[in-house]
């Protein structure tokens, strides 16, 4: 029943992402970065990840395109795809790039910038967590995020260890990340320590750019979108980590680094897991960047929610079938990933994510193609109305014929 797909009632469900996902007889265990597909593709290739794709790009951009398969009219167009990327990733790159293996680096810092002093570590009496919950999330869509949830903090979706050296080649360098009674976060050579009176994570949705993510299966425009997410979403978690502290709380925030972001979305009630291994949100479908800050603010947590995506993936497979690398499973859901790079446990489509990672290298272009060809995505661009989304004023970008 590959098709459109017709939006169903969110129907609110009591159980967190590891009692959806977690298999009868399986323990799902903390995942340390050294295993995700950026560390692992750079130690197969003997070099940072990112060097290959940055030469694959610069080869294509010479003749005349901006990804494998994307032509443009010459090299002058292809290198104006590129300074858009180039600026786009700007503030990616200032508030630490992506977030793994940048904890508590930067702008990620995991104590206060620039709070005025007399607020640090000193909230109010009484505090009111119906009332907190509803300024942490005006504070977070004001800030810049599209959707915010609540997550009550399940410790098995935090990182077992960061890895400093996660884009490039070589022994891993490690830090693992406990839990400890301490009334503020801490560093230290060995060790990055979250109070154990961190309880909650704000999880952000920042959507990406409809036209730009339709453009090839990988090309400078879709890495332009997904770069403009990641700005957007250092400004607006490092703005609201910021504001959380002013309110004399704890707060950590993350990118992509600290933990697993997705489980912490479903645990939030921002949305559910489908079989391309992405979040699938009732808005915006697979097209988002997820962020979140950890806090000991006390918050009402929002419960995991079911629109129908499981079920509809089933017999979908719209996204396996785009995929020009297999990356995505045709058969079951099973609790064993193909590979290392994923985390057993969970019962779930795994994706294989060094196939993936090499097909956007060798695209010299990160792709958007399994995000774009979701149905839950596809319904997200023929049924929300123009003004409701701030991308729909941008044209297709020079160059490229719509
Ligand atoms: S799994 Fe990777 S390579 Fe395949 S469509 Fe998705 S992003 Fe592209
Ligand atoms: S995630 Fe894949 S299988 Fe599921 S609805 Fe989207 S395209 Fe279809």
Redesign the pocket.
Known sequence: M?GR?VARPVVKLGLGAEEIYGAKGREIKRFPEKKMAFKKVSEELGRPWFEVWSRNMLSQYRESRIGKDVSVSSPLEARSHIALWVGAATWNRLTQPYGEGHENMGFLSWTPLNVPPPFRGSPEPDPDPEALTQKVKQMARFLGANRVGIAKLNRKWIFEETCRNIYSPGEPKTKKIVFREMDAPEETETELVIPDKVRFAVVTIFDLNRVLTRIGSASIDTSVATNIGYSRMGLGDVALAEAIRTLGYTAIPCKNGVGLSIPMAIDAGLGQL???G?L?TPDF??SVRIGKVLTDMPLIPDKPIDFG?TE??ES?????K?CEVEA?SFGEKTCDPPLETGNPGALKWYVNGKACLNYWIESGASCTA?QA?????QSRYETLPPSAVWETEVSLPFGIEG
Not at 316 to 320: H, I, K, Q
């Open positions: 590959a797909h489908g079989r391309n992405l699938i479908g697979a995506v509809f993936c979908c497979m719209r996204c396996a785009t995505i399994c060809a979701c149905p839950f995505t």
